[in-house]
């Protein structure tokens, strides 16, 4: 292994003689009540060994129970993934040591998953291209090891390490793609939208939170290379653990470009783990992985086998909700919106906010407005999503009544929303507390106007003179006045009365 840092090829043009072959690997960590297999609460964070008992720390001659919601769940991501689903499956012991797994293996499924032969359709810049999933299959997560002392937080160089066993048995879902070929140049945001998509999915069947800043759903990018022409397949390298969708993209760039150095060099590639670095975008070797690794998988002797009733099935089959696409092109049919106007609003990770927004009263083009401009705006200023602003749809649809009211004008909106974000109260206590209501008495605007005639003698001449675009200096000298507070329309009716 060599420390040097790796050379790279161009992305443009490694394509031009290789083709990228991808494959992607999805945890998903159900949000079941209890973990897979014992009754300890599957919950994130919490200290460290609280939630724990002798079937998830392994201890001996502890007996597990499969959990009947996590089985339920795993249909139903199956079904809605387009999947057949076992009649009849089991549980493996895959066999490994590692500290974070106490029992020295981990319960998974091996050549009987739950779910498979499935496919999703990604959509990407109006063009569809299918995904075909291998399998779905359940299994239990590890627990977690964290390495003190060293400068990097990785093993190497660490004084000691901590174990934390509270998620291990968290129940997880694998979702793994057959191999992926689509055009090179559109692989990298094909992979991004594909694990975007699914999320999608998943949080609309609500089967887990789905949250990649926390691990409850983490994508491995496979990725190899062929020479232009060549149909058999190149080594492929898996990068573990990428945790953001912009991660997932640039993974596969990054990898395109690594690879095609290699080969060019008349280098081989290594089949490895790699570790994503966020702050460089780039991958480093993790250990050494061959398809012979042996985990000596054998079916589990303590678990019965799962074997879904048909009747089962079908009844899952009818809860599931309706697919992220046909949602979408229906809700934009709905809205009235454009193609562009609704890729953005998707790519923001508005549709659901705009869509709450819009059942709360608010126009489509408003709801749209506020959360893309306005409040996507004030997201990227703080570098959060914009679901997590401590702003609800409700709030903005309120917000967007009394805009039309008149009560409120779009400058002092915008007031309102720094309120309610800086969680001064609903919309309606933060008009009242920041005293942001438009004047609407009739004198005060009416004395406003004519001292605006007054001091602006030339424009005021201009307007009788009927160049009514004028007006626009005078509109602006009665909102200083007003502090914003006038409805712009109606002064400018009242300027236009009474000159001419
Ligand atoms: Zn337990």
Redesign the pocket.
Known sequence: MTMTAPALVDFDEALTRYEPVMGLEVHVELNTAT?M????PAVFGGEPNT???????GLPGALPVVNEKAVESAIRIGLALNCEIAEWCRFARKNYFYPDMPKNFQTSQYDEPIAFDGWMDVELDGETYRVEIERAHMEEDTGKSSHMGGATGRIHGADYSLLDYNR??IPLIEIVTRPIFVPGDKAPAVARAYVQQLRDLILALDVSDARMDQGSLRADVNLSLRPVGVSTLGTRTETKNVNSFRSVERAVRYEISRHAAILDDGGLILQETRHFHEDTGTTSSGREKSDADDYRYFPEPDLAPVAPSREWVESLRATLPEPPGERRRRLQGEWGFSDLEMRDTVGAGALDLVAATIASGAPAAAARKWWLSELARRANEQGVDLAALPITPADVAAIQKLVEAGSINDKLARQVFDGVLAGEGTPDEVVQKRGLAVVSDEGALSSAVDRAIEANPDVADKIRAGKVAAAGALIGAVMKEMRGQADAGRVRELIISKLT
Do not use: D, H, I, S
């Not at 297999?37 to 300890?40: A, P, V, Y």
């Not at 939630?51 to 720390?57: E, I, M, Q």
């Open positions: 973990k297999f014992c009754g300890c939630n724990v008992c002798p079937v998830c720390l291990a048995g």
